[in-house]
């Protein structure tokens, strides 16, 4: 009899990306699709590592430049 195993792990978000707010940073530098719940491996292109965000490349030095803090959720009342 075969039993099904799953792993689970949770990740501490703390970025978001500018242009698509569904890709999302920990705080231990992994990026997360959390629309699929897929996390995004690192690529090479030409001689430069980076992640796909969608269609476009960002390169990895350069992604500072693209994320911001994830906006507290404020109740309306």
Excluded at 30 to 40: A, F, L, M, Q, S
Excluded at 64 to 74: C, G, L, Q, R, W
């Amino acid at each position: 009899m075969k039993q099904l195993f799953e792993k689970h792990k949770c990740y501490s978000l703390k970025w978001q990306i500018i242009f698509n707010s569904d890709y999302k940073v920990s705080e231990c530098k992994k990026v997360i699709n959390i629309k699929t719940g897929n996390i995004i491996k690192e690529t090479i292109v030409g001689y430069t590592r980076g992640f796909w965000i969608g269609k476009k490349f960002i390169a990895k030095k350069r992604l500072n430049d693209f994320v911001e803090i994830i906006p507290e959720y404020k109740l309306p009342f």
